[in-house]
C-alpha cells in the first residue's frame, strides 16, 4: 500500500501569504497525485489532478508540483475562504490512498 | 447541473447491514468510474471502492473486502453499496465520488454531500 505522508498537519499563515503543502510518498507514484480541499460541513473538492493540472474552475493561485514521491501545493497568496483541509491522494496503485490532511489555519 | 446524490444511511446495530444509493445527474454514468469514500466523524478520507464503467471490475479497501460490495446501474444512473457485518469503525459519512473522465480509479472530480452511517448498540 502506498502510504502517503502530509506536512505539516497544521499551517498558520495570513491572508495575502504563499502557503507550501507538501505530500510524500512511501513509494514512486509517477505523477498520479491530486490535491482536494475541504471546508467544514462540505464535501472535498478537486484542486490538482496529476500532480499540476488545476481541475475546472480552480483559481490560478493554487498550483501543483513535484513527481515520483514528492509533492507540493502552493497557494500563491491566500484568500479568506482557503482555510481549510488539504488532502492529497495516489491513484497509482491500488488501494487508492489519501494522506491524513494538513489543516491551514489563519494566524 | 452534475451532481450525485447519496442516501440510505442511518443507525444500524453491529453485525446488521445497510444499503446505499447514489443518484447521478447531469452526466452519463457509463462514462465513468465510481466510488465510494468514507470519512469517520473528526478524521480524514478514507478510500473504500471502486467500479469500473461497466461494472466488470472492482476495488476494494481491506478494511471492508468481504464484507461491503459495490454495484451499479447504468440505465438507472446509480451507484450503491451494500454493507453486510457492519462494526464500529465503519461509522462514518458515506460520499459517492465520481472519477474525472478518461481515468481509472481516481481522481474524484464530483462529490456528493454524504449520507452518515451510524453503527451502535
Known amino acids: 500500500e502506498v502510504v502517503l505522508t502530509q506536512s505539516p498537519a497544521t499551517l498558520s499563515l495570513s491572508p495575502g501569504e504563499r502557503a507550501t503543502l507538501s505530500c510524500r510518498a512511501s513509494?514512486?507514484?509517477?505523477?498520479?497525485l491530486g490535491w482536494y480541499q475541504q471546508k467544514p460541513g462540505q464535501a472535498p473538492r478537486l484542486l490538482i489532478y496529476?500532480?499540476?493540472n488545476r481541475a475546472t474552475g480552480i483559481p490560478a493561485r493554487f498550483s501543483g508540483s513535484g513527481s515520483g514521491t514528492d509533492f507540493t501545493l502552493t497557494i500563491s497568496s491566500l484568500e479568506p475562504e482557503d482555510f481549510a483541509v488539504y488532502y492529497c491522494q495516489q491513484r497509482s496503485d491500488w488501494p487508492l490512498t489519501f494522506g491524513q490532511g494538513t489543516r491551514l489555519e489563519i494566524k | 447541473e452534475v451532481q450525485v446524490v447519496e442516501s440510505g444511511g442511518g443507525l444500524v446495530q453491529p453485525g446488521g447491514s445497510l444499503r446505499l444509493s447514489c443518484a447521478a445527474s447531469g452526466f452519463t454514468l457509463s462514462s465513468h468510474w465510481m466510488n465510494w469514500v468514507r470519512q469517520a466523524p473528526g478524521k480524514g478520507l478514507e478510500w473504500v471502492a471502486s467500479i469500473k464503467k461497466d461494472g466488470g471490475e472492482m476495488f476494494y479497501a481491506d478494511s471492508v473486502k468481504g464484507r461491503f460490495t459495490i454495484s451499479r446501474d447504468n440505465v438507472k444512473n446509480s451507484l450503491y453499496l451494500q454493507m453486510n457485518s457492519l462494526r464500529g469503525e465503519d461509522t462514518a459519512v458515506y460520499h459517492c465520488?465520481?472519477?474525472?473522465?478518461?481515468?481509472?480509479?481516481?481522481?474524484?472530480?464530483?462529490w456528493g454531500r454524504g449520507t452518515m452511517a451510524t453503527v451502535s448498540s
Open positions: 465520488t465520481r472519477t474525472r473522465f478518461g481515468n481509472r480509479g481516481g481522481p474524484f472530480d464530483i
Open positions: 513509494q514512486g507514484i509517477g505523477s498520479y
Open positions: 496529476d500532480a499540476s
